[in-house]
């Protein structure tokens, strides 16, 4: 594959789907070992015009007023999870993945007890690669992805008898010039929005927590300032956003600074590199929350921009908020973290830090 790095490429690229086709996911999330995959076969890899025929129809199911729907709700969580750290805890575990679970189960309708097999299917659907590291994982993978499917068509079918108020029913009644959604795109959506929204709002959470862990003076610039915490999230997500690459497919041949890369090629577009351009930002790899960058490229640009985008920042600065209120100083374990493996996002999976709450003394778990 060819890897397109500059913010300025990157940019290009994003803007010119029809030189550089979103079928892309297709060849890199659906390789013959997989067989079917409903995030390869989602709008996220489609073009126009079936691509603004999905978008129009999920718009209607998925804009401001699900996150409105929630944000009381979050909030609350936010703080209940952050009164929980105290001494050395497992991070991810405790603060990270919990939101986000909550709110796609919320949101979907979905039974809260599966919320340790939502992250299962999707890390195991997100570490698909284009040869399998072993056996036994490409049968965990295919596994993973008929029990996710499988139960999505029956969450599906139910809303049709009982419709509630949930994104699913709103999917499901969405019309657009007489078009309504299928079944297999409404499931092919609802696996995009399960896979995206746990994943890359639980990293984004574990990167701002390891952050603060490495550079005190973040944390403690934002509890003197909670003003500024959308600053930081902006920089956050230029810094360290957790999607970090997109495939695309080239649909004719295209030259980009003298180098010609040939009709058909599968192409990677590094959103966290372009976020390092020292063309575009000043000291790249310094965290700067004065510098409003608007989060870079994190959310992608241009018709295939993050539809959680407002979603995604709702969810953390709740969390992060809560930790700035309730938590004065985080540090570092000895025990290594461990990161994701994925051509996509990146992010923690497992990270033990050390918590000193407000007012107290700090204390060891």
Known sequence: MWAISRHEDVRFVLMHPEVFSSSGFREAWEPAWVGYNPL??????????????????????????????????????????????????EAVETMCAPLPAFVIGSLLGL??????????????????????????????V????AELSGYLREVVAD?????????????IRAEVEGQALSTAEIVDFLVLLLLGGLETTTHLMGNALRLWSEQPELLDAVRAEPGCLGDFIDELLRYDGAAHSL????????????????????????????????RVYAEPDRFDIGRRARGGLAFGRGLHFCLGAGLARMEVRAALAAVAQQVVRIEPCDEPIEYNRTLTVRGPVRMRLRFERAGREASVG
Not at 56 to 82: D, K, N, S, Y
Not at 112 to 134: G, K, M, N, V, Y
Not at 142 to 145: A, D, H, R, T
């Open 142 to 145: 295919k596994g993973s992805i």
């Open 247 to 278: 495939p695309r497919l080239t649909t004719r041949d295209v030259e980009l600074h003298g180098v010609t890369i040939p009709e058909g090629s599968l192409v990677m577009v590094l959103l966290g590199a372009a976020n390092r351009d020292e």
């Open 111 to 140: 039974d809260a007890r599966l919320h340790a097999e939502f992250q299962r299917w999707a890390d195991d659907i997100l570490s698909i690669t284009p040869e399998p590291p072993s056996e036994a994982h490409a049968e965990r």
């Open 40 to 89: 390869a076969r989602s709008m996220l890899a489609t073009d126009p015009p079936a691509h603004t025929r999905l978008r129009a129809l999920v718009q209607q199911g998925f804009g401001p007023r699900a996150a409105a729907r929630l944000e009381a709700r979050v909030g609350e969580l936010a703080e209940q999870l952050a009164r929980s750290l105290e001494g050395e805890l």
């Open 159 to 171: 809303r049709r008898r009982q419709p509630t108020d949930d994104t699913v029913t709103d999917l």
